[in-house]
Structures are given as C-alpha cells and as structure tokens.
C-alpha cells in the first residue's frame, strides 16, 4: 500500500474538488486530489456545457434571480445563501476569465458573456490550475473508505489505483467529498462516475443528509442518446406516434405526461420548432455537443420530429446530498467538508432542480468555502498531526461483512446488486410517479438488498471499487426512498400521486441517515 501526507485531501474531480484543491492551495495548504477518473475528463461537466447563475450586482436582476425559484422549489431555499452564491460565482467567474483565460464569447454589445461555460474547455483550465497551485493529482484512484482517528474525526482516505494498481492511503488534516450525487448508472452523459460514493463515505463517518427526497429528476434525451439537456426543450413541441400533440407535455412541468405515454410502450417524440433563427444560432454556440447527434443522423431537430425518452439523473440534477453544517461546507463530523452534487443544494434550490445553472454557480461556491475551510481546520491541528495520529477504516458495506470474511466477491455480485438497485429506481412508475405504497415497496426490496450486502458481500483489489459502488448505490436509494415517505406532500420535485397538494404544516426539510437502519427527521428551514 502506497502512503501519502498532506493538509488537505479533495475526493473527486469535477469543478467542487477543482475549487476545492485551487482554493486550499491558495491558502497555503498541501494539497492531494484523488478522482475515480481522470481529472479534467470526469464528471457530467466535463463532458458537456453548462449554464451559469452568474448575474451582475444589481440589486434588481439579483432579487429577480432569488426569486425566479422560489416558489418552484417549495420556499425551501435560505436567501442569505443565494446571495452569497451569487457574489461567490460572480467573483469566480470573472477570476476564470483574468486568471484562467478562459475565452468567454462577447455579446453583440462587445461585453463578455459569462453564463455560460463549455465543460471540456472550462475543465481543462482547472486542471492545469490545481497542477500549477501544486496539487498532486491522483488520477483514476476511487476512494473507497474514509479514515477517522480516535476522536472521530476524519483523518484521510483509502483506496485503489486503477491504473497503477494497489491500496494506498491519504492520511491528511481535513478532507473535502466533492465526488458528484447519483444517477444510478442510468446512461445519462457524464455521470458514470457518479454513483452516490461521497455520500456513503459520510454516512459512514457520522455524517448527515438532506433533501434526499428531491432526487426524482429526469432529463430528457433523445431515444437511444445520453445527452439530457432538458432546457432545450422548452422550444419544443411533443408529439404521440399518431403524430398528435402530445397534451400537457412540456420540458417543465409537463415531463409527468411524457413519461405515463411512455409506460404505455408507445413512443413520444420531439421537434424544437418554437426556436426562431436568433434562437437556434445562440442554442448552437451555447451546446454544440447537443447537436451531434442530430449532425450524425442527419436530422435537423427544428424542423424534423425525433423519438425522445427519459433519464434519471438522480442527485446529479436533483437537490439532495450531504447535510452541510457551516458556511465554509463543514459537515458535522469534525474535519470532513462536502461540496458540489455530493452535497445538498437546498441552500439555493430549495426541492427544485438546481439544473445547470444553479449547481454550477453551487459547485465553484462551495467547493471554494469547502477548500479553504478545510484548510483552516487543517492548520489548526498544528504541525505534523496529520501524519502521526493514528487512524482507522471506517467503511462497512463491501469492506468488512458482519457475516465474517469468507471469499471475495466477483464481478457478477456486485452487477446483480446494480441491477436489483435500478429496478426499483429507473421506472417511472417507481421513482418520478410516485406513490406510498410503491415507495414502501421498493423500499422494503432495497433494505433486504443492503441486509444481504451488509452481512456477505466484500469486494477485494479492483473488485472492491464495483462493490462500494454498488453499496454507495443502494444507500442512496434507501435514504431517497425513506425521505419520500416521511414527506406526505408534494412539493418541489417530491411529487406523491396520493399526497399531490402542498401541506403548509410541512414547510421543513428533511434530514435522515443511518446505514443498517435508516431514519429521518424534521429541521426547519432558515427563516
């Protein structure tokens, strides 16, 4: 097993842990970044572009923004949050443009437009940033436990070099989970390294989490694609077979009628004719990996009708993720921050998708406040205690069965849990249309999955990163599917087929946890 010292050490590689790793840097701390992939290249950013909640400091445009969302996500939302990500992203943004160079379009105006970003080129950036701050980068090195010390505290990581091959080990002063939500290996584009693993690593460790009710988000794609870029749809018109307007459809607020045509087996299909010339021109600059497809089957999506379907993206697009207990992201486990789709966006979402926009603007905030409060926690442990204390394991599921070692698993294991996992997560009439009953259901499926996985499964070498992935799968969907029912209500996402109005007396957020046995409670929401 290879050992590594330092300060601080990010978990993941999209742009939290990029802001991460660059600000602990800035602040004069060592820096190991460890990404399942390779960073620059992973993640849902990475692959694609992004907009950006990025508005100018106008007392207006920002009372706007605040309130765009508002009641979409459940007046859930804490305005002093908002506020605050929007100067962070704002003083981001425009860093990336000065010290990042990053080649923003201009307007016709001849002002820079900045939001927006073209993820392979704003990643690219990042990269080279966080490897001219001194971070050393650990590429395609999943994590797949956490190390605590006496105390409790986080102390480090473990995990396995894929490429290199073996263990090694990260004892450092804080650690920083940016690892992305869970998108349940749906086949959307860029989330095949988001499997929830963040936020089983902080369960493990003590830690809580919120809003794991609004995790039903679904993109739309075109059929047989993974490219869910749901806001271009607004521009769209949905049509049934027949070729009839599909009634109700819409990409917000309509998504529901598409998906009960497509539980009939019948096919739902699309044509953005609501765009105007202006509009396609800007749709083009803005996505263009959104039209390769279309560019290759040579259809013109504004003119001509394409099949579509749904994706879940989960936690990804959804809102819900690690409970974030301080300004600068800490959580409530001495030492250990979250930033990102790892954790919860209800700060500036409420139970409403945070989308592109919202995550992004979230994603460069707190993973800046995570990376410099993990710095500051760092320091504060004095010199050399990072590398002496001693430290634990503190995974379970996958690592170390209550059942006794017995043999490791194989690969064939760790699928067969993925695919019971996406049974009970994938289907429409499971997860987006949801229901008491069914909920209850899947749920009772999931816990004897986990009882099972609990007391048997262990993973070994490469192997182990399958089946902690898997365990980090089906975490998640207990703590969505127990959040969901605790909510009888719909509001935000959080939708019930038998519970469709908003209850006013459950105007709070739900927190829950828990591994062997998950429970909830209710925290009120800032004032």
């Given at each position: 097993?290879?050992e590594?010292?330092?300060?601080?050490?990010v978990?993941?590689?999209?742009?939290?842990?990029?802001?991460?790793?660059?600000?602990?840097?800035?602040?004069?701390?060592?820096?190991?970044?460890?990404?399942?992939?390779?960073?620059?290249?992973?993640?849902?950013?990475?692959?694609?572009g992004?907009?950006?909640?990025?508005?100018?400091?106008?007392?207006?445009?920002?009372?706007?923004?605040?309130?765009?969302?508002?009641?979409?996500?459940?007046?859930?939302?804490?305005?002093?949050?908002?506020?605050?990500?929007?100067?962070?992203t704002?003083?981001?943004?425009?860093?990336?443009?000065?010290?990042?160079?990053?080649?923003?379009?201009?307007?016709?105006?001849?002002?820079p437009?900045?939001?927006?970003?073209?993820?392979?080129?704003?990643m690219?950036?990042?990269?080279?940033?966080?490897?001219?701050?001194?971070?050393r980068i650990?590429?395609?090195?999943?994590?797949?436990?956490?190390l605590t010390?006496?105390?409790?505290?986080?102390?480090?990581?473990?995990?396995?070099?894929?490429?290199?091959?073996?263990?090694?080990?990260?004892r450092?002063?804080?650690?920083?989970?940016?690892?992305?939500?869970?998108?349940?290996?749906?086949?959307?584009l860029?989330?095949?390294?988001?499997?929830?693993?963040?936020?089983?690593?902080?369960?493990?460790?003590?830690?809580?989490?919120?809003?794991?009710?609004?995790?039903?988000?679904?993109?739309?794609?075109?059929e047989?694609?993974?490219v869910?870029?749901?806001?271009?749809?607004?521009?769209?018109?949905?049509?049934?077979?027949?070729?009839?307007?599909?009634?109700?459809?819409?990409?917000?607020?309509?998504?529901?009628?598409?998906?009960r045509?497509?539980?009939?087996?019948?096919?739902?299909?699309?044509?953005?004719?609501?765009?105007?010339?202006?509009?396609?021109?800007a749709?083009?600059?803005?996505q263009?990996n959104?039209?390769?497809?279309?560019?290759?089957?040579?259809?013109?999506?504004?003119?001509?009708?394409?099949?579509?379907?749904?994706?879940?993206?989960g936690?990804?697009?959804?809102?819900?993720?690690?409970?974030?207990?301080?300004?600068?992201?800490?959580?409530?486990?001495?030492?250990?921050?979250?930033?990102?789709?790892?954790?919860?966006?209800?700060e500036?979402?409420?139970?409403?998708?945070?989308?592109?926009?919202?995550?992004?603007?979230?994603a460069?905030?707190s993973?800046?406040?995570?990376?410099?409060?993990?710095?500051?926690?760092?320091?504060?442990?004095?010199?050399?205690?990072?590398?002496?204390?001693?430290?634990?394991?503190?995974?379970?599921?996958g690592?170390?069965?209550?059942?006794?070692?017995?043999?490791?698993?194989?690969?064939?294991?760790?699928?067969?849990?993925?695919?019971?996992?996406?049974?009970?997560?994938?289907?429409?009439?499971?997860?987006?249309?949801?229901h008491?009953?069914?909920?209850?259901?899947?749920?009772g499926?999931?816990?004897?999955?986990?009882?099972?996985?609990?007391?048997?499964?262990?993973?070994?070498?490469?192997?182990?990163?399958?089946?902690?992935?898997?365990a980090?799968?089906?975490?998640h969907?207990?703590?969505?599917?127990?959040?969901?029912?605790?909510?009888?209500?719909?509001?935000?996402?959080?939708?019930?087929?038998?519970?469709?109005?908003?209850?006013?007396?459950?105007?709070?957020?739900?927190?829950?946890?828990?591994?062997?046995?998950?429970?909830?409670?209710?925290?009120?929401?800032?004032?």
């Open positions: 097993m290879s590594h010292v330092t300060d601080v050490l978990v993941g590689g999209g742009p939290a842990a990029a802001w991460a790793a660059l600000k602990a840097a800035g602040a004069g701390a060592s820096v190991v970044l460890a990404d399942k992939g390779y960073c620059g290249t992973s993640g849902a950013t990475a692959a694609g992004t907009g950006v909640w990025y508005v100018p400091p106008e007392p207006a445009a920002r009372e706007a923004a605040m309130a765009s969302r508002e009641g979409l996500g459940g007046y859930l939302a804490d305005r002093r949050w908002m506020s605050r990500v929007l100067d962070e704002y003083d981001r943004m425009n860093e990336l443009a000065e010290e990042g160079r990053y080649p923003f379009p201009t307007g016709p105006d001849g002002r437009l900045r939001n927006g970003l073209q993820g392979p080129e704003y690219r950036r990042m990269r080279i940033r966080i490897r001219r701050a001194g971070v650990l590429d395609h090195s999943p994590v797949t436990e956490l010390d006496a105390d409790g505290a986080v102390a480090g990581a473990a995990g396995y070099r894929r490429q290199a091959g073996g263990s090694y080990r990260v450092a002063g804080a650690v920083v989970l940016a690892t992305g939500g869970c998108a349940f290996l749906s086949g959307a860029g989330t095949n390294t988001n499997t929830g693993d963040g936020a089983l690593f902080a369960a493990e460790a003590g830690a809580e989490l919120s809003g794991m009710e609004f995790s039903n988000s679904y993109g739309i794609a075109p047989g694609t993974s869910t870029k749901t806001a271009f749809y607004s521009f769209a018109t949905f049509y049934r077979e027949d070729g009839e307007v599909l009634e109700g459809a819409a990409s917000q607020g309509g998504r529901s009628a598409i998906a045509e497509l539980l009939t087996g019948a096919r739902v299909f699309a044509r953005l004719d609501r765009a105007d010339a202006t509009a396609q021109a749709m083009r600059l803005a263009p959104f039209f390769l497809t279309f560019d290759r089957l040579g259809i013109d999506p504004f003119t001509q009708r394409f099949s579509v379907t749904l994706l879940a993206e936690t990804v697009r959804g809102t819900g993720g690690i409970r974030i207990a301080g300004e600068d992201c800490a959580t409530s486990v001495p030492g250990l921050y979250a930033a990102g789709d790892a954790a919860t966006r209800e500036i979402c409420g139970g409403f998708t945070g989308g592109g926009s919202h995550n992004a603007a979230w460069m905030s993973g800046s406040w995570a990376g410099a409060g993990a710095a500051r926690y760092a320091r504060s442990l004095g010199s050399g205690r990072a590398a002496h204390r001693p430290v634990t394991g503190s995974g379970g599921a690592l170390r069965p209550t059942g006794g070692a017995g043999s490791a698993a194989g690969p064939g294991e760790a699928r067969e849990l993925v695919r019971l996992v996406q049974e009970e997560v994938l289907p429409y009439d499971k997860n987006y249309l949801r008491g009953s069914v909920l209850a259901g899947s749920l499926a999931l816990d004897e999955a986990w009882a099972q996985l609990r007391t048997s499964l262990r993973g070994e070498g490469a192997g182990l990163v399958k089946v902690r992935q898997a980090a799968m089906t975490a969907a207990r703590w969505m599917y127990a959040s969901a029912l605790a909510r009888t209500e719909s509001r935000g996402m959080a939708r019930r087929l038998d519970h469709p109005e908003q209850d006013p007396a459950q105007h709070h957020r739900i927190v829950t946890g828990g591994l062997d046995r998950v429970w909830t409670r209710t925290a009120e929401p800032a004032a």
